[in-house]
């Protein structure tokens, strides 16, 4: 790992740069010139219809795709010289997607464990007992052993958060996380992640549709045709 | 949790899919060990034919593609005792002929007939055969045949063969459309011989209208002080031979083991061994690469969040390569179990117990399970790198 990237923050934690991103057939720009700085512990949603470009803005700053233009900088380092960025994703960075994706021939407490064979732990016996204090942190320990066919939804969603903080990320990205919960559950795991992101001092950034969600956020990114079109801070926006 | 844990639970994850890969994958290992298998065990009860009763070389008609058909006049033999340094020659006439199974039924020209193994030595060799230490046979009931038998229509059944047939001393049986009758039953360390039937060399001769001739020959030498020299220079006063009409005779003198290896007959087992093996193998690959596919393709989601949460493309080849390799060793194990399991049972069939040795060499086991583990490579090289290039972005969205 570069050390520049475990480094004090100086500046913003990430910041893109003149993202462009244009699909494979040319006919569709996803991204146009983008520009975004997000300061460490920050809690930014990024909002916008389908088809904005949000999700593939938040794949570009998540390392999982690469901009035709532009550069992403992380604590002042570019990405683009970076040489590897799965080691990158798999030490810094936690996802977490509104489709949860576990693994599902293993039990919960295994599937926090699969993003630490790249991570900092080594002794298997201490991968456990991180896997099964993070269990505890989102309030599934009772169900460590049990596959994902066998819990709901929200419990799933609980499990995925709990493996996205594996390796001690600095910043989380979630992706519509709440999309495929009923109103209880979304709420339950909107309150983990804010709680978890202000316990660790995490860098939150999230793609909602979801006003409710975005009202709790530090600041809110709106995107329309691939570009910024507006970013607020929803308190102060309730103050005026 | 080991990354080996991982691997195990994705393997069995599909348990319907696993088990029939891996039952498919043990069809296609078992034969290729079960045919080694035989074929190993033929090549070392021929070469113990030779080598436990002391032969070292072992001489057969040179310049023929099959070597048992080819025939050697008996006069030759006179010449090799000749030789200097050569203790024993022991001549022999091998033919696979036609024995009835059972006896004729009141009204039938002929009952049904099965294949075995004769083979005729001269008095001599009987004598020699039971009175050596170790014995060359077991004599377990009757007598040996002896050269007051000879022109009496009289041999010598294996005892497995003479259990298949139901026979004892004193009962007669149908060879080459004559009756014999049975002097003794015999055990050999060899199992064809236990399966085979032995005459006497002149009866052999007259019945097969073979007068004088041998199919081959074998030649124990006195003890020197460089045996591979003295084997060498008698090898090659052999083939120096020449027969009544002056010309040199065409032999071939090998040591046992290289006869072995040459042995146009035992290479056509060992090929036609192979050329099966190389088939089961070709299913087994295609069977392994199938499975592996489809499960990269059903769980190209999967992977995609893999590769997003960091894990590089070499992990996943390794993952993907890992659980074939597991499918492949299962398979190689039900196989070997398998061909153990069909062999042994074979043994109990009168249709090949004369020709079958039960057990499989360790070594054909061996082969088995390197070549499974080399199948579920094999298989899985192509699925692991298909898995390994898959984009995380595009894997994620994948329906």
């Known amino acids: 790992m570069n050390d520049s990237l475990r480094g004090p923050a100086q500046g913003p934690l990430l910041e893109a740069r003149g993202i462009c991103k244009t699909y494979p057939d040319g006919q569709v720009r996803a991204l146009d010139k983008v520009d975004l700085a997000i300061a460490q512990g920050e809690f930014v949603a990024i909002t916008g219809p389908s088809g904005c470009g949000k999700s593939t803005f938040l794949n570009i700053l998540g390392a999982l795709d690469r901009p035709d233009q532009g550069e992403l900088f992380f604590r002042g380092t570019s990405l683009a010289q970076h040489p590897s960025l799965d080691a990158f994703r798999a030490r810094q960075i936690g996802f977490v997607f509104q489709s949860f994706f576990l693994l599902p021939a293993l039990t919960a407490l295994e599937n926090i464990q699969v993003p630490m064979f790249e991570g900092p732990i080594g002794p298997i016996k201490d991968r456990a007992k991180k896997a099964a204090q993070l269990l505890d942190l989102v309030g599934m320990t009772h169900r460590a052993r049990h596959r994902p066919s066998r819990l709901s939804v929200g419990e799933r969603q609980r499990v995925a958060l709990a493996r996205s903080l594996a390796n001690d990320p600095v910043l989380l990205l979630a992706d519509e996380p709440t999309g495929n919960l009923d109103s209880a559950n979304a709420n339950h795991v909107l309150d983990l992640l804010i709680r978890i992101r202000e316990e660790r001092g995490l860098t939150l950034l999230m793609v909602t549709h979801s006003p409710e969600v975005s009202q709790r956020a530090d600041r809110v990114v709106r995107m329309l045709d691939g570009h910024v079109v507006s970013q607020e801070s929803p308190a102060i926006s309730k103050k005026n | ?399």
């Open chain 2, 1 to 399: 949790m080991h990354f080996a844990t991982l691997i195990f639970k994705n393997v069995f994850a599909r348990p319907s899919r696993s088990v029939l890969t891996i039952l498919g994958l043990g069809v296609a290992i078992g034969t290729m060990i079960a045919l080694l298998g035989i074929s190993q065990n033929f090549d070392t009860s021929i070469t113990e034919t030779f080598e436990k009763r002391g032969f070292d070389l072992v001489v057969v008609p040179g310049g023929m593609v099959d070597q048992l058909s080819g025939k050697i006049d008996e006069s030759i033999i006179e010449q090799v005792r000749q030789i200097p340094k050569v203790s024993w020659v022991e001549p022999a006439l091998l033919e696979v002929i036609d024995m009835e199974q059972r006896d004729r039924k009141p009204g039938e020209s002929t009952a049904p007939v099965m294949t075995v193994l004769m083979q005729a030595w001269p008095p001599a060799n009987f004598d020699r055969a039971v009175s050596q230490t170790p014995k060359d046979l077991d004599l377990t009931d009757g007598r040996v045949l002896n050269a007051d038998d000879t022109g009496r229509g009289r041999l010598m059944l294996g005892s497995t063969l003479a259990a298949n047939l139901g026979k004892k001393p004193g009962d007669k049986v149908i060879l080459l459309g004559k009756p014999f009758e049975i002097v003794g039953l015999f055990k050999s360390f060899n199992v064809f011989e236990t399966g085979s039937v032995l005459m006497l060399l002149s009866d052999a001769q007259a019945d097969l209208d073979s007068k004088g001739k041998i199919t081959g020959f074998s030649v124990s030498l006195q003890k020197g002080s460089d045996p591979e020299m003295e084997v060498e220079a008698v090898r090659q006063a052999i083939l120096e031979l020449k027969g009544k009409d002056g010309r040199q005779v065409r032999l071939s003198a090998e040591p046992p083991r290289k006869y072995i290896e040459n042995a146009s007959h035992l290479k056509l087992t060992r090929a036609m061994a192979w050329m099966v093996s190389s088939i089961a193998i070709v299913i087994g690959v295609i069977s392994m690469l199938n499975t592996m596919i489809m499960s990269v393709m059903e769980r190209t989601r999967e992977i995609g969040i893999l590769r997003a949460i960091g894990w590089p493309k070499r992990r996943i080849i390794a993952m993907v390569l890992g659980e074939a390799s597991i499918l492949g060793l299962l398979g190689a194990l039900v196989g070997a179990l398998g061909a153990i399991a069909v062999t042994y049972l074979l043994t109990f069939s009168p249709r090949v117990n004369g020709f079958i040795e039960a057990g499989i060499p360790l070594s054909a086991i061996g082969l088995g399970l390197a070549i499974s583990f080399f199948i579920g490579l094999a298989g899985g090289v192509y699925p692991a790198i298909a898995a390994a290039r898959l984009l995380p972005t595009e894997a994620i969205r994948h329906e």
